[in-house]
Structures are given as C-alpha cells and as structure tokens.
C-alpha cells in the first residue's frame, strides 16, 4: 500500500507546474500563482522489498488556476522522473515541459520529498517564457483510484510565483 501512494505520489508530483492564460496577451509580466496539477501517467517499477523500490514514470497534466483564468490556466504539460521508495521514504524527481495556447512553452523542474509535497522551478523557456523565472511549492490534494495497472492519476495544489521579460 505505501508503494503504490508512492507512485501516485510521485507521478503526481512530476507534474507539479505553473499553468498558463488562455489570453496570453493579457497576462501580467509577474505576479503569483495559484493552481492545481492534475496529472495521469504510467509507471515502471522495480520493487526489491515492499520498503526498498525504485522507478520511472511519464504521463502528461492540465492546470487549473485560482481562481480561473489566472496566469497560466489551461496549460498542459508531458511530464517524466523517477522515484525512490526507500526504507519507507520516498523520494522524487524530474521534468515537465508545459506548453500554452500559443505555442510557447517552457521546463520545469521539479523534486518531493518524504510527505510527496514538494518545490519546482522553472529552467527555461520559448517564446513569451524565454528568460522566465518561476518558482513555488507544491502539496497533494488526494489520491485518485488508479484505473489501469502501473498507472498513477493525482493532483497536487502549487503556489508560487512569476516574472516574464
């Protein structure tokens, strides 16, 4: 039972990023950012014990500003990381590449600890996200029942925040 909240954890997690507007050209330069990250992924797994594993995952999110149509809202993201399970502590890490109505896009990085709340930042960026800093925390909301097996859906609530060029 611990692994498997650590895969919807961490697949979870992977995807902790910024959303984006839907009227980009309205979006302030900087601000803060409030949103949850809904992700649903696969896995691969390698369990050694049930307190000793490790794996990776990909699968991809929707963001969904507070309120809706923040900064960021209806982004979606194609996330991937890996993640340790060991003597009952998990541990994650990895990327999402989050893209926008427009086109533009931008990579995020990301890592979780023990509780599966974690931090991100972003790394860089295209078009309107070329020189953007952003940075926050994020936290899980819940577990949802996987539907498939080696598959993960979660959503994490993140805060942060931003500033384009």
Known sequence: MKFT???RATIGALCLSLPLSVVAANMPKEGRLEFNFCFAGTSQHSE???HLAAGSF???AALHTTPPGGPFDLQGARCMGTYTFIDGKHLGTGYCVHVDPDGDKWLQKWEAGA???GTWTAVGGSGKFVGMQASGAFKPIGFVASAL???AQ???RNTGTYKLK
């Open 154 to 156: 979660h959503c994490n």
């Open 58 to 60: 990909e699968g991809l």
């Open 48 to 50: 050694v014990s049930p």
């Open 5 to 7: 909240l650590a895969v």
């Open 115 to 117: 509780d599966f709340s």
């Open 149 to 151: 097996p080696n598959s």
